[in-house]
């Protein structure tokens, strides 16, 4: 459950139960252990998280024998979790997967068990067992940060930014074999290196990467605004297995919010900051999520959110009404914003950006563009793929027509209509 990290967590730990001789499935009715690795991100995700223990709780009258809750639920709330949660007979924390069948061994032997702190660390495990399609994977270069934004738990749960050595990397990528696209992520890509080095090394790996014959090309997710220097810069135009293509989490637009947030850098910053990647790389995609709703956001506070969107003229954006964490910061201030209003607000404000986004791929109608077919989608009865601007899951896709198309594999298509989020097109050699 959660985000592409938990994902790679999820994943190492299936390549752990699996060397084990295990046998792996999805489905539930099956299964003998169940695991659950859970988000705690924000309230709605822990929510989900503890519905999906108790819903899968009614298993334990067939096959299921243990449920294993792991991630960063159990790390930052087993105190909350472990009484209250007596469906669960396991919980590992974020640094346990190592130790995951000692854990389990200990359950079957003693009944429920909290080995949350008590493991080691399986992120230094390079092997993975995808649960991408083959041809796309996640690649997560360090876990924890040190930005301390007032509103997030991530320093609380995952602890301070540690960056995952280049050598480990560089084999866990090759681990993964042919990969059309690899997704760098972390809290913050454009930290790496800064801890263990002592100085930023996300353009040497980026270089590394990008030499492995088994990678076609290197996407980048989650990029601290005030971390992108020329020399990163440079490296994506220049570096033809990157994707020009960058997220940058900004946040808000204002200068107060901003600094209520504890964020270094302010409007005019992120303005410049955009401007200099479109001169630099006229043809990138830049993606940005925005919190609204911060305590004592103003109306004001909020139209100028709304300018700045239009302004900016991003090609993808997610909007999140500001969420109140226990054990943060922002949730002892003052001047909490209404559920009801953060809701009309986050509303206008995909509004402004779909109509953004409407004239953008507008502008692709009659042209050709190259297009990584990820499957069918047996709904519309066609293949669907992704540009280059379209990262998984987060943004659009291209839906198109063709007489075959392999999963994994690129082609021209010729676009022919669009809508607020996709494409649609067909390849040149298709007959209407």
């Known amino acids: 459950m959660g985000c592409d990290k938990n994902r790679v967590d999820s994943e190492k730990l299936l390549s752990i139960i699996k060397a084990r001789g295990c046998e792996i499935s999805n489905e539930i009715e099956e299964v003998n252990v169940l695991v659950i690795n859970t988000c705690s991100f924000l309230n709605e995700a822990r929510k989900e998280a503890i519905e999906t ?33 007596t469906e669960a007979d396991l919980f590992l ?61 991530i320093p609380k749960i995952r602890g301070k930014y540690v960056s995952f050595p280049i050598e480990q990397l560089l084999k866990e990528a090759e681990g993964l074999g042919d990969v059309s696209e690899l997704i760098l992520v ?81 409007r005019e910053e992120y303005l410049a900051l955009i401007k200099k990647l479109r001169d630099s ?34 090609d993808n954006c997610g909007f999140f009404a500001y969420s109140r964490e226990p054990d943060t910061p922002a949730n002892k201030l003052k001047g909490q914003v209404p559920y009801s209003i953060k809701r009309v607000r986050v509303k206008q404000l ?43 899951d987060i943004d659009g896709k291209v839906y198109f027509n063709a007489y075959d198309a392999v999963q994994g594999e690129y082609y021209d298509i010729l676009i022919e209509k669009s809508d607020s989020y996709d494409l649609y097109g067909r390849t040149e050699d298709y007959d209407l």
């Open 186 to 266: 972390a809290q913050d890509i454009t930290r790496y290196g800064t801890d263990l080095y002592g100085q930023k090394k996300l353009k040497e790996i980026l270089q590394k990467l990008t030499t492995l014959v088994n990678i076609n090309s290197v996407r980048l997710l989650y990029c601290y605004p005030d971390m992108i220097d020329s020399g990163l810069i440079e490296e994506i135009k220049s570096n033809p297995k990157i994707i020009k293509y960058i997220d940058i989490p900004l946040q808000h637009s204002e200068n107060r919010i901003l600094k209520l947030m504890n964020r270094p850098a302010g």
């Open 53 to 85: 223990v108790l819903d899968c709780a009614v298993y334990k009258s067939g096959n299921l024998e243990k449920i294993v809750v792991t991630g960063c639920l159990p790390q930052k709330f087993i105190g909350e979790t472990f009484g209250a949660l």
């Open 281 to 314: 790389i006229p043809d990138i995609a830049i993606r940005s999520t925005f919190i609204s709703g911060f305590p004592t956001e103003t109306e004001e506070d909020h139209e100028g959110l709304c300018s700045f969107l239009r302004e900016a003229q991003l």
């Open 350 to 392: 995909y509004e402004i950006q779909r109509n953004i986004s409407a004239e953008k791929l507008k502008k692709h109608i009659g042209q050709t563009l190259r297009v990584l077919c990820d499957g069918i989608d047996y709904d519309k009865n066609c293949f669907v793929g992704r540009a280059y601007f379209q990262a998984p």
């Open 93 to 153: 924390g974020t640094n346990d997967y190592g130790s995951f069948f000692e854990a389990l061994e200990k359950s079957y032997l003693n009944g429920r068990v909290n080995f949350v702190g008590c493991g080691n660390n399986g992120g230094c495990c390079t092997e993975r067992v995808l649960t991408t399609p083959q041809h796309y994977a996640y690649l997560k270069i360090a876990d924890g940060c040190n930005n301390r934004c007032t509103y997030c738990l």
